[in-house]
C-alpha cells in the first residue's frame, strides 16, 4: 500500500475560478481515486481513474493520470462556494488497503 | 438504502474505560474499514476486512481490535482508551470484487463518524 501526497496542502480562490491540485506517489498502481470532505462529514468519493487511462472528466471535474510520473490533478473548473472542502486521492495498489494523504484544503471566496 | 451507518455519534470516555464502536452497511460490500482523523490531519487506517471472516492491520492497529461480525457489520474496540485515541473515527466500505473471479478495487462509501474523546 502507499499513500499520496496532495500539494498544495491549502488553495484559496475566488468564486468562478479554476482550482488545480496534485497527487503523488511512489509506486505502481491499479486505479487512483480523489474524494472531498465537507468539514467534519465523511469522506465521498469523486472520480476514479485507472492505471491505463489518461484523462476523465465528471461535470466540473477532470482528473488526469500520468504515470510514468506517478502524478495526478484534479481540476475543478468554475468553482463555487460549495466546493469549499478538502480533497484527498487514494493511489490503489491492489492490496486493499486505501490510504490517504493529509489532503488539500479548498477555500472559495464567495 | 441507509449506506455506512455508525454508532455512537459522540462519546466521552475516561482513561482506561472500554467501548465498542458499530458499523453496518447494507449495500453487500464484502470489505470494511476503519479509520481515524485526528484535527487538521488526513485519515489513518487502523484496521481493514476484506472480506467476511477477514480482518488485518493498517497503519495505526495499536489500541484497537476488530470484529467481522457478518457482512454487515464490522466493530471497532478500545479496551482500555487513552486520551492519544481522542480523534474521529470512520467506518468505509467498499466492494472488491470484480466480474469473474477478478479483484477491483471501487469507491469507498463512508459513514458520518464517531467523535470520541478521551479524558
Known amino acids: 500500500s502507499q499513500q499520496g501526497e496532495e500539494d498544495p496542502q491549502a488553495l484559496s480562490i475566488q468564486e468562478g475560478e479554476n482550482a488545480t491540485m496534485n497527487c503523488s506517489y511512489k509506486?505502481?498502481?491499479?486505479?487512483l481515486q480523489w474524494y472531498r470532505q465537507n468539514s467534519g462529514r465523511g469522506l465521498v468519493h469523486l472520480i476514479l481513474?485507472?492505471?491505463?487511462?489518461r484523462e476523465k472528466h465528471s461535470g466540473r471535474l477532470r482528473v488526469t493520470l500520468d504515470t510514468s510520473k506517478k502524478s495526478s490533478s484534479l481540476l475543478i473548473t468554475a468553482s463555487r462556494a460549495a466546493d469549499t472542502a478538502s480533497y484527498f486521492c487514494?493511489?490503489?495498489?491492489?492490496?486493499?488497503?486505501?490510504?490517504f494523504g493529509t489532503g488539500t484544503r479548498l477555500k472559495v471566496l464567495a | 438504502n441507509a449506506g455506512v451507518t455508525q454508532t455512537p455519534k459522540f462519546q466521552v470516555l475516561k482513561t482506561g474505560q472500554s467501548m465498542t464502536l458499530q458499523c453496518a452497511q447494507d449495500?453487500?460490500?464484502?470489505?470494511m474499514y476503519w479509520y481515524r482523523q485526528d484535527p487538521g490531519m488526513g485519515l489513518r487506517l487502523i484496521y481493514y476486512?476484506?472480506?467476511?471472516?477477514?480482518?488485518d492491520k493498517g497503519e495505526v492497529p495499536n489500541g484497537y481490535n476488530v470484529s467481522r461480525l457478518n457482512k454487515r457489520e464490522f466493530s471497532l474496540r478500545l479496551e482500555s482508551a487513552a486520551p492519544s485515541q481522542t480523534s474521529v473515527y470512520f467506518c468505509?466500505?467498499?466492494?472488491?470484487?470484480?466480474?469473474?473471479?477478478?479483484?477491483?478495487?471501487?469507491?469507498?462509501?463512508f459513514g458520518p463518524g464517531t467523535r470520541l474523546t478521551v479524558l
Open positions: 476486512s476484506a472480506s467476511e471472516g477477514t480482518t
Open positions: 509506486t505502481s498502481i491499479n486505479n
Open positions: 449495500m453487500n460490500h464484502n470489505s
Open positions: 481513474i485507472r492505471s491505463n487511462e
Open positions: 487514494a493511489p490503489i495498489s491492489g492490496t486493499y488497503k486505501y490510504i
Open positions: 468505509a466500505s467498499t466492494t472488491t470484487r470484480g466480474w469473474s473471479g477478478t479483484t477491483s478495487y471501487n469507491e469507498q462509501f
